[in-house]
């Protein structure tokens, strides 16, 4: 490996989904198949070699510090940033910036995941100097419902265009919200605009500003189901799909 | 700046005897500007005291107070009403010493640019990276100003200090605010101009510059202009 790459994982709870889901702790702490949600995802990046990880923590943070400290129980590094504003994604990696001199895996506390081959993230952008590589399902479903990004491609594989919640089906690639930076998404980040939709700062404008300066940005499926949890209706599939597969 | 900030604006700070914006209006006075004018905030009453009418120096002095703190872009948008010619932009808490500023106002003219940066060639990435890095076409005009660069593939340093057109304001009222900071940042409408067809050049007229952050930053300021009236 290149650099050692770290995890950062948004853990904040800051947007306002949260109001309609009237649960008292954060997303990331619930429970599937016994143990937190935040910790299915350490032990994902620690099996790929991940051991520091930033942690961006807001609503009920002292749950999540309490919990995982340090991080020796897992036998991880855990740093804590309070995450200030709620304007998106891109502005609250940005906010990480000093913390994040190598590589890092981004991912967000709200989605449990089932992964495969989830190695594949960092090995794909290592082997080909690629500063993104983007965690998608192939799914040919046409119902597929989940909250996701499109992702069109070069004839080469290389990805040409994401867009967040496409309104038509764009190809079978959905794009779930791990990604793999280096740290050059910073340079992006400064120059992305708030958009109109939501209002926010999001981190797929980031990575089309990237693909626009001719950077190379790859996919990999690694995921091979995934969910975002945004009410207790979603947490009880997440449970059952876990179960089902032990 | 700690305590020293929290009872004297940056611009107030005093290097060599004199306070920084003095300096700079110094700079300005050189250039053949006679008028002034001066966007205000935290502490600016201070400012205003300081330098009143800008008459004692043979200046008129104007003052904005700046009612939200958006980014440069946005500061600066507020000032079109009283701005209808070419001008400077420098900023308060930059203490710089020029080689040869009327450079700028020479590369304006005879290449009829929309904007001049100046710049600093600099061996020191770090120095870059807390800046903006200046990367030029083979023509010699402005291709790309990278905010707070990673990768630096320049010696070029932009310094923070601009001279524009008018045409600017145009470019002002098409620039997003960006992700970093959530403000409107003079960098990004600059590269608008670029994009837009513009021609923007550089002008290396900027021997030491320093943003000031630290109360020992004023001492380097001192030693540096020791430095360079040896030099001299």
């Known amino acids: 490996m290149a650099d050692k790459v770290s995890g950062v994982i948004l853990a904040s709870d800051v947007d306002e989904r949260m109001d309609q889901f009237k649960i008292n702790i954060p997303r990331g702490m619930l429970e599937v198949g016994g143990k937190p949600i935040l910790q299915h995802q350490i032990e994902l990046m620690k099996g790929v070699g991940v051991k520091d990880f930033v942690f961006m923590v807001s609503f009920k943070k002292e749950l999540i510090e309490e919990y995982f400290g340090d991080g020796k129980k897992l036998d991880v590094n855990i740093r804590y940033v309070e995450q200030k504003k709620s304007l998106g994604i891109a502005h609250a990696v940005g906010q990480l910036e000093k913390y994040c001199d190598s590589p890092f895996i981004l991912s967000l506390s709200s989605i449990f995941l089932l992964a495969k081959d989830f190695r594949q993230l960092i090995e794909l952008a290592e082997h080909r100097n690629a500063p993104v590589s983007l965690a998608v399902q192939n799914s040919s479903d046409p119902n597929f419902s989940e909250f996701h990004f499109g992702v069109i491609l070069h004839p080469d594989n290389r990805v040409k265009r994401i867009a967040e919640k496409p309104r038509y089906i764009m190809s079978n690639l959905k794009g779930c919200g791990i990604y793999y930076f280096d740290p050059v998404i910073f340079d992006a980040i400064r120059r992305t605009p708030r958009t109109a939709m939501r209002d926010l700062y999001e981190i797929t404008d980031s990575v089309q500003i990237l693909i626009d300066d001719g950077f190379p940005v790859y996919y990999a499926e690694v995921i091979e189901w995934y969910k975002h949890i945004n009410s207790l209706k979603d947490l009880e599939i997440c449970r059952e799909k876990y179960a089902s597969i032990q | 700046m700690g305590e020293l900030a929290r009872s004297c604006p940056k611009p107030l700070l005093k290097v060599n005897n004199s306070p920084v914006i003095l300096h700079q209006i110094n700079y300005m006075k050189q250039l053949g500007i006679n008028n002034v004018i001066v966007v205000i905030g935290y502490l600016g ?60 106002l020479k590369i304006f003219y005879q290449k009829n640019a929309s904007a001049v940066l100046a710049v600093k060639l600099e061996k020191n990435p770090q120095e870059i990276q807390k800046s903006f890095a200046v990367l030029l076409h083979e023509s010699g005009r402005v291709r790309r100003i990278i905010e707070k660069p990673r990768f630096i593939p320049t010696e070029r340093k932009g310094c923070g200090i601009y001279l524009f057109d008018t045409i600017v304001f145009d470019m002002i009222r098409q620039t997003p605010r960006t992700a970093m900071r959530d403000e409107y940042e003079i960098s990004t409408a600059v590269q608008k101009l670029i994009d837009s067809g513009y021609p923007v050049y550089d002008a290396e007229v900027i021997e030491w510059d320093i943003n000031i952050t630290f109360p020992e930053d004023l001492a380097k300021c001192d030693e540096e202009i020791i430095k360079h009236v040896i030099d001299q």
């Open chain 2, 45 to 104: 009453e201070m400012i205003k005291k300081y330098l009143g009418d800008g008459s004692k120096y043979g200046m008129r002095i104007k003052y904005v107070r700046q009612e939200e703190r958006l980014g440069i872009a946005h500061a600066l948008g507020q000032l079109e009403e009283l701005i209808k010619g070419p001008f400077m932009l420098f900023l308060g808490d930059i203490f710089f010493l020029p080689r040869d500023l009327s450079q700028m």
